[in-house]
Structure formats: C-alpha cells, structure tokens
C-alpha cells in the first residue's frame, strides 16, 4: 500500500498546528515539524511551540532535539526528518509534516542538491561588508542574487544572508537553485496543504500572538539566554528585538512593535514563497475539517 506524507503550510499564525493535530488525529498518526526554531529545547514562548497539551495528544518529532548550542544544518535536517517520517510510515501509511519554514518543508519534498563546502576567504570578506555598510547592504546584495532566497530566509539574520551569499559567489549559482525542483524519488508521495487568509488577517492574528507571548513571559524567557545572544540560533525574531530592549536602545513599546513588525515581514516572505509552489492546494483559515479530510481521501483513494 502506497505511503503518504501530508505538508501543512502557511504563514505563521496561521493555525498549521492545530490543522496538524486534528488530521494526525483523524488518520491515528505522528507529526514531523519543519520549523527551524522549534527544534531548539531552549527556545518555547517565542518560537510558538505546540502547549504540552498538544503534544500529549499527538507524538511530534524534531522539536527540542537540539541545544542552541549545536549547529543543525538544513541537510542534518534532511536526514533526521526522513528517518522518522520512515519510522511512521511503518505505523501508518500517512505522516504528517508541519511548518512555516519554506526551505525546510521543500528539502524533504523535492530534495536537496550538494551545497558546496564553506568558502572562508569569501565569508570573512562578507563579514567586512556586513561590519562597513550594515545589514540593508547585504540585504540588497542577496535580493540582486538570489530573490527566492531574499524571500524566504530571515531577512534580520545576517549570518543566514551571509551564508546564503556566500553559496552564490562560490558557485556562481543562487544558494536557493541548491533546492532540488526536479523532485527526487521518495519511497512516499506528497500531499501538500495550504492555510490562507486575508492580509488583513494575518496580520491581526500575527499581533494578536506577539501580545500574547509577552503576556505569557517572553521577556523573561529572553533574559535568561542574554549570555548566548552572539550565537546563531539566537539571532531571529522576538529574540533579536529583545536582546535591544535588554541593552537599553529602545523601550518596550517600540520593542514589541517591532517584533510585529519583523513578523508580519516575515509572514509576507512566506506566503511568496510558497505560492510559488503550485502543488499547494489553498484552504481558507475558517477551513471545515470535514472538507479537508475528504480531499485527502479522495486523493489516497486512487
């Protein structure tokens, strides 16, 4: 019988969990997360991580199975999300997949062609053009050779827009063209699920969740990994903003203005991102299980 691996995505906030759940909950299965932030154990009210309810009811894999202490590259990623959506699918005929991070639902998808090995010389130069010109420099570089890229990754993250830059001079190919488009053969076939709403919306939402991450203690969470600030993993939205706040260059209110503001970016960059893909089939946000559920079935029926 034919395996199946079902990809919820859509911008952040958008509801990708609690769809994840309830079909993972329908087809007795697991889900496989594809969130670059939510592997991290130290990271939780910031990188919106399914509550301890949510993970009682459904098994969840690749979340907090790293420290942000270790690097995880997007091809470990790889190998670890196939591995256990493997060990599903010896369970179950259907896994599901989950997550906001476009690069990462896409490489387990379509693959990922060998990156080319870290080019010192050309990162220490772009390292100098960072500290000279600032981010906006860098920004511009990576939108002139590599759009999709530009798009997708965190745009605050200049060590992402470094790496990326990187992968494009030393090759003379754009870091994303390293995503393999062609489709490699995997012992599953893919349904691949979209959440959309109105801008409008989203964005609504997407403020909404920032308010109630800080009422929840995200400040605090902040606070307690000041001394890991300078590390990668660190360097990302709602963490980024406030590590400012902590250093006393903005208040609050601007702090998590910006926070909104860098999200809403960031949800804008996703959504360009996967509506390039047309094997995306759209649901609006106010979705009908029912309806998503009969779609799957007449699609595993075949």
Do not use: C
Not at 56 to 69: E, W, Y
Not at 94 to 101: E, N, P, R, Y
Not at 197 to 203: A, N, P, Q
């Amino acid at each position: 019988m034919d395996k199946y691996l079902i990809s919820i995505v859509g911008p952040t906030a958008i509801g990708k969990t609690n769809l994840a759940i309830q079909l993972a909950e329908q087809y007795s299965t697991e889900v496989i997360s594809a969130d670059s932030r939510q592997f991290y154990e130290e990271l939780n009210i910031g990188t919106a991580k399914p509550s301890n309810e949510d993970l009682n009811k459904v098994k969840h894999h690749l979340i907090n199975n790293k420290s942000i202490k270790e690097n995880y590259s997007i091809g470990e990623f790889e190998k670890d999300a196939i591995e256990k959506i493997t060990n599903v699918h010896k369970k179950s005929n259907i896994a599901i997949l989950v997550g906001g991070s476009g690069l990462y639902i896409d490489v387990i998808n379509y693959g990922l062609d060998k990156m080319p090995k870290n080019d010192d010389k050309i990162r220490e130069f772009l390292n100098n053009e960072f500290k000279l010109n600032g981010l906006i420099f860098i920004q511009n570089q990576l939108k002139e050779k590599d759009l999709i890229s530009y798009n997708n990754i965190d745009l605050n993250n200049h060590r992402r827009i470094i790496r990326a830059l990187e992968v494009s001079i030393s090759s003379g190919k754009p870091y994303s063209s390293y995503l393999n488009k062609k489709k490699i053969k995997r012992n599953f076939k893919t349904i691949e699920i979209g959440l959309k709403d109105t801008r409008e919306l989203i964005y609504e939402r997407i403020n909404n969740r920032v308010d109630t991450m800080v009422k929840d203690g995200l400040i605090q969470e902040v606070k307690e990994l000041v001394k890991y600030k300078n590390l990668n993993s660190l360097n990302t939205i709602g963490y980024k903003e406030i590590f400012n706040y902590l250093d006393n260059t903005t208040n609050l209110k601007d702090t998590i203005n910006k926070i909104k503001k860098n999200t809403r970016r960031f949800s804008k960059r996703q959504m360009t991102w996967f509506k390039s893909n047309k094997n995306i089939t759209w649901f609006k946000v106010d979705y009908k299980i029912e309806e998503i559920i009969r779609y799957i079935n007449d699609l595993i029926s075949d």
